[in-house]
T-cell receptor, first 113, second 109 residues
Framework: DVKVTQSSRYLVKRTGEKVFLECVQD?????MFWYRQDPGLGLRLIYF???????EKGDIPEGYSVSREKKERFSLILESASTNQTSMYLC????????????FGDGTRLSIL | QQQVKQSPQSLIVQKGGISIINCAYE??????FPWYQQFPGKGPALLIA?????SEKKEGRFTISFNKSAKQFSLHIMDSQPGDSATYFC????????FGAGTTVTVRA
């Protein structure tokens, strides 16, 4: 079974802090993704990566950056956290190719105070 | 703006009934249409998917119907069970996934 592990289930930070969300997958997948999930908006893609050191902007990259130094690990960085970044963050991975099923972690609920 | 429009936002169905969720899109470059199921406290998981050259796909009690000319597709859950209570997301992809807003399905015993 594919396992995508997000380091924290719940996280509380203050505005202006630099926040790191970590994601690790154990299936040697090339593709990794970061989404945020908000009620009434579904899942929105923040960033994705097709390979180590590679990253692509998704639909809502503003205020975020990512890092992929190792194939199994994909980090989401909030450079200076703001209250409008309070959300559920979901990480996913998939095999190479465009129309591959994505396997999701259970999410990190981030609150910015 | 959302590239995939999903309705209804929520629905309640009696055990044994049929749940129907509808989605519509505009981007003709979309070429793969998956549905994801999410239980509370869990990440979404792929439920069923369809390509636009197929009008219907069935897996157990779950059926996708696809109307390419209308740019619409729908999920039917037949003989709905309490264990089907979850949030369902339709999605579409060209080179990345675009999700609908989600439908919370509650199946009453």
């Amino acid at each position: 079974d594919v396992k995508v592990t997000q380091s924290s289930r719940y996280l509380v930070k203050r505005t202006g802090e630099k926040v790191f969300l970590e994601c690790v997958q154990d299936m040697d997948h090339e593709n990794m993704f970061w989404y945020r999930q908000d009620p009434g908006l579904g899942l929105r893609l923040i960033y994705f990566s097709y390979d180590v050191k590679m990253k692509e902007k998704g639909d809502i990259p503003e205020g975020y950056s990512v890092s992929r130094e190792k194939k199994e690990r994909f980090s989401l960085i909030l450079e200076s956290a703001s209250t409008n970044q309070t959300s559920m963050y979901l990480c996913a991975s998939s095999p190479p190719g465009i129309n591959q099923p994505q396997h999701f972690g259970d999410g990190t609920r981030l609150s910015i105070l | 703006q959302q590239q995939v429009k999903q309705s209804p936002q929520s629905l309640i169905v009696q055990k044994g009934g049929i749940s129907i969720i509808n989605c519509a899109y505009e981007n003709t470059a979309f070429d793969y249409f998956p549905w994801y199921q999410q239980f509370p406290g869990k990440g979404p998981a792929l439920l069923i998917a369809i390509r636009p050259d197929v009008s219907e796909k069935k897996e157990g009690r779950f059926t996708i119907s696809f109307n390419k000319s209308a740019k619409q597709f729908s999920l039917h859950i037949m003989d709905s069970q309490p264990g089907d209570s979850a949030t369902y997301f339709c999605a579409a992809t060209d080179y990345k996934l675009s999700f609908g807003a989600g439908t919370t399905v509650t199946v009453r015993a």
